[in-house]
């Protein structure tokens, strides 16, 4: 039997076939490029909360502070959630390992290159969560980063 995902390196990574297909909004079906972002779509597509919900379908142009040049940024997530009788909110959401969104810690174990990689990684997904902010306050939507520490929303 042909598993429904591939194992690269530590990642699992597929497409997901959403149950309420109502709900997703997007061309095609969606591809999870980690477990947590499986977790997600599975809580988007079953919340009764959520209204409607997109995968990478949001391109934000941002500057690389690295390298000075113009970049597009792929938003992993947009979520509208209905809170309450008539609000409905929109989310601008961005998945990432916890380790991603605090400034990276040299110290004297790490080897240069490995430092260089992680504040590299650090001023980037600064640069673009400044841009999507910025973006999501222009379009009326609320920009979220969610790490590991908020997965245990997504499991009920």
């Known amino acids: 039997m042909k598993k429904p995902y591939k194992k690269y390196k530590e990642y699992r990574q597929g497409v997901y076939k959403p149950v309420n297909k109502h709900k997703y909004k997007g061309s095609k079906n969606p591809k999870y490029l980690s477990s947590w972002e499986l ?14 919900w997109t995968s990478e379908n949001v391109y934000i142009p ?31 959401i961005e998945i990432k390992p916890y380790k991603q969104t605090i400034p990276p810690v040299n110290h004297g174990n790490k080897k240069r290159s490995t430092i260089i990689h992680e504040n590299y990684t650090w001023q980037t997904n600064q640069a673009k969560w400044i841009a999507a902010k910025d973006w999501a306050d222009k379009n009326g939507y609320i920009f979220q980063l969610v790490t590991e520490k908020q997965f245990n929303l997504f499991t009920r």
């Open 39 to 52: 977790k997600f779509f599975r809580w988007c597509d079953r919340n009764p909360h959520v209204e409607q």
């Open 62 to 92: 941002y500057i690389s502070p690295v390298d000075g040049k113009l970049h597009k940024y792929i938003v992993d997530n947009t979520v509208f959630i209905r809170e309450g009788k008539d609000k409905l909110v929109k989310y601008l």
